[in-house]
């Protein structure tokens, strides 16, 4: 609700970033989101069981049924996840994804008047908050940071969040959305069986904070073994409890100002400038912000 925060968990992209738009609409509808819209009772996600196997990292890797056997059942867990859905987080990436039709169907310039090429994360965000709200959802941008501990540095991060509450018997619902998804699990130097798990994630993220959760834990027990595969440091911000803090740790609910985020009325007007030769003339005086009044010479 607009004013209203609260505290609740998130490695940020910072307001340099752009998000750009690139292919058809098919492949931002469904590419992008990657979901399958089937709404079941088995939409949440609850019954994966994505502890780490009796094998911890690379030991036992050696065998290549086991290292085929292991892949293959990370392969399996994911693709569950990702292919089932509910009736609430369908319609909210319905709305998310109109919102981002919309940005790339227009020649946008963001309200924080910014030469950038593309659109700002930071006025993306605001603009499907914005969408998000006339829909009628509570929803709100949520700003994370986290300190630093033994285990991992600070961090801090953004995302939208929508709180549902439609359904009593269920209590309230906590739907997360996340811009850039798939890049926040990328690696350079990752092997192809783990590449190959990131390649299914959905650019852009709408759903439960359960289903959420268990990707994650899919994720980063990946990544763990990827790199002990490759013989390679896993840095503490690939750690499970550093990504889970993105979403799952201490942040702040803000509503942003009912204000448009992104400015679909063209280029922006340039103000006019002033030199040493047009300073003095009158009708320059407005345009450099200059005021004077008349005063009697006696």
């Not at 098919?26 to 994505?50: A, I, P, R």
């Not at 201490?250 to 985020?261: G, K, L, N």
Request: proline share 5%; charged share 30%; with cysteine.
């Amino acid at each position: 609700m607009p004013g209203a925060t609260a505290w609740i968990p998130v490695t940020s992209w910072s307001s340099d970033d752009t998000l750009k738009f690139s292919g058809d609409s098919e492949s931002l509808g469904d590419m992008v989101f990657g979901f399958m819209e089937e709404e079941s009772s088995q939409s949440s996600g609850d019954g994966f069981d994505c502890e780490d196997s009796g094998t911890d990292g690379g030991e036992g890797l050696d065998n290549v049924e086991r290292r085929k056997e292991f892949w293959e059942e990370q392969d399996g867990l994911l693709q569950a996840i990702l292919c089932r859905t509910s009736s609430i987080e369908s319609k909210i990436r319905r709305v998310t994804k109109d919102a981002l039709r919309e940005l790339k169907s227009n020649d946008t310039h963001c309200a924080c008047r910014r030469p950038v090429a593309g659109v700002c994360h930071n006025c993306v965000e605001k603009e499907i908050w914005s969408q998000l709200q006339t829909a009628g959802y509570n929803s709100a941008i949520c700003n994370s940071k986290w300190r630093s501990s033994p285990d991992i540095p600070p961090g801090e991060h953004s995302y939208v969040e929508v709180v549902d509450s439609s359904s009593g018997k269920k209590g309230e619902v906590r739907v997360v959305i996340e811009l850039n998804f798939r890049a926040e699990f990328e690696m350079a130097r990752a092997n192809a069986e783990y590449n190959r798990l990131v390649s299914r994630l959905p650019e852009v993220f709408v759903g439960k904070s359960e289903r959420l959760k268990a990707l994650i834990k899919i994720l980063c027990h990946a990544a763990k073994k990827c790199m002990k595969e490759k013989k390679m440091h896993m840095g503490p911000w690939r750690k499970h409890k550093y990504v889970q803090a993105k979403w799952f740790g201490t942040c702040e609910r803000v509503a942003p100002p009912p204000v448009s985020a992104i400015d679909f009325s063209g280029p922006l007007r340039k103000q006019p400038r002033s030199s040493f030769l047009t300073f003095d003339l009158p009708e320059n005086f407005p345009a450099a912000g200059l005021k004077f009044r008349a005063v009697e010479v006696v």
